[in-house]
């Protein structure tokens, strides 16, 4: 995935897509440190009043490539590294004990803290291809990996390869400026890495995250 | 007639083939864990490496049991062990003796109270899911990884220090060695409780062993847990033997059956003492290297993840100490409590209290030279995540619980123990809850502050505050430890009989000896 930080606007509709997309529940108003976003938009801010300036970027599950710190230390394999280079997350394994999240860097996975509700009229609003996690789990962005299976599922179906950029994820789509690029590194995305603007958050610990930003331009 | 015969020589029997075959389970889960993950692709190594050392612990405690109870019947030819009370005796087995007083019911009802208040609020938790609790992004753990560190503490510290004095050969140990094992054992069950309140999914625990991934810290820790439990009561009741053999021959009832189970056949003959003797001394050695390693174990947990703070290698070594300031500390407080509730001061002597007080300034010396190691390297470094983790501690949000910490773990200690008159039984008690409180305060500023920094700016995320539920849990975990200890002394004497005795018997004799053995040294050069 590639982020271009100097097309984003930060007007959030990636966390809503991503919310509307995943059955991510609405939550607590009143415990807002117990709410459930795969999507955020994180605000770094710099300076001191009143020269404040704020830098905003979204910023779902980085998919390290290397080592993802929450695979290593998941006592149960509920996480892990797949042959795609995804980190999935299976609900059903995972016993809660959050120790991925303390371990994680990025602090970008999220605990169902209660089981998730979802009031009149949301629950018609709800993913068919997307499961509604159970209390006591971690959760997290999996790059919309339904969608890389019903991409499969048609191009098998049509007895061809998937097309290039025929996988998309939900934040991609409803990103007003296609701020919010997604694909395969070696192959939409190529390239990207090389790009001047490219940085890549917490670059030191070596982690090799597969969110590339792409800085603003100055001008 | 055979003491110990017939239907409790069959259980003893069921008893040891559980216990090997506890062994070969333990052993064939690892074997079985190694093959599929060899068969799916992942390091199989850890899990052979872990099967290893857990099983050969296990196979070291069933071959010593097995060993040492074969050596007990054997003891058969033996006299009766059937001495004269002497008033230590009748002063021991008093609590065990009498029935209980209506201001234990009083107690123990209370302490009943708390634990089903706590109970109560774990039901709230399961119906109503961790949203109950203060925890929340970015602090996952909280209150209840700090009390299971702490707990922890208590039973792998306790263990650590009766062993080493064991080792070492202090004759003070032995008023407080059955105390130590004891508290070991219900910390013991006491602390991982709160591992299961912790969890999201208790209906899931399965998972670790049927899915179990042996590179996770999580999967060493739920190892040791396993072999520390089942070593800690293999060391509370070996010693515990003789006195059953003893209450054998001085209860009646309905009591008096269990204890002839439990005594093995006890007879008090030469052979069996030393057998006892060496089973004894073996195991104290074992105990010393497996509390080492499950202590830095559960260090580990945090300081192998990448987080600032966390990620340091003087967090094992520091746990390690930790358990052991805070057993001495607990281990003081146990014994002034026995002494004042049983009036055993015959026993429980000034000398228990001044020596434990020197362990408690010696421990306090080791701490501030560690944490003044922790925080120079880390200051001097200067790393923004870090310095802002310390500065949170040092003046900030936490800095009440970082100074209590210094205060009952350093000052406390220093200040009031220091010199050998200070060290009475009031000053080492005082001393004692400071320890106590700082380093539950401790665990808790070395876990939290580095949650509550998290690496990147989190929007809606807050302060952690422990919940009405995570402080009732607490609560009655400590009840129950009380609650525990409170009804085991009335089934089994607080300071070991047969140990005490035979320890007023040998020490003059050892201690003619020492000096002695330092005199040739100094008349042969």
Redesign the interface.
Known sequence: MAVDLDRCTACGACTVACAQENNVALG?PD?????IRWM??????RGKYPEVSARLAP?PCQHCDREP?CA??????ATYRNVEGLIPQIYE???????C???C????K??????PEFPAPFERGLNPDVSVR?????EKCNFCYHRLQVVRDTAAQEGREPKLGEYRTACQESCPTKAIRFGDLDGELEGVRENERAFT??ED?GLMPKVIYLKEKTS | MRPGRGGAFRVQIAFFLFIWGFTFVTAGWFAWSARWLHRYGDAWKPAVVMGIAVTSCFALLAGLLTWTFVALGRGENGERFDPVPDPIERRLLAPVLAGWSARTWATALALVAVIAWAGYCWYLQLRYGLAVTGLGRPVFWGMYIVDFDFFLGIAYGLVLLSAVLRLAGADWRRAGQRLAAMGAVFAMIVGPVNILLDLGRLDHLHKVYASGRMQSPLLWDVASIMTFLITCLVYLFLPLIPDFGLLRERVGGFRKPIYRFLSFGWTGSAAQVAALDRANRLLAILVVFVAVIVRSVVAWITSLTLQPLWHSALTGPMYVLGAIFLSAAVLALLLAAMRRAFGLSAVIRPVHFDKLGLVLVLCAVVWGYLMVSELLTVSYGNEPDEMAIIATKLSGRFSLLFWMAVGGLFAAPVALLTRKSWRTAGRVVAASLAVFVGSWAQLYTELVPVLEHPRMPLPGSGHYRPAAVEIATFAGCLAAFVLLTMILTRFVPVVAVFYERRGRGDAAAQATERSREYQAEVTHP
Do not use: K
């Open positions: 607590n415990r807002p440190d117990q709410l955020e938009i994180l605000p770094a801010e910023s710190p290593r230390v998941c006592p149960v394999y394994q995972c016993i809660g004990c959050r120790y999240v303390n371990a860097p990025y602090t970008c999220h605990f169902n803290w209660s089981r159970n209390a006591g789990v971690m958050l917490l610990l």
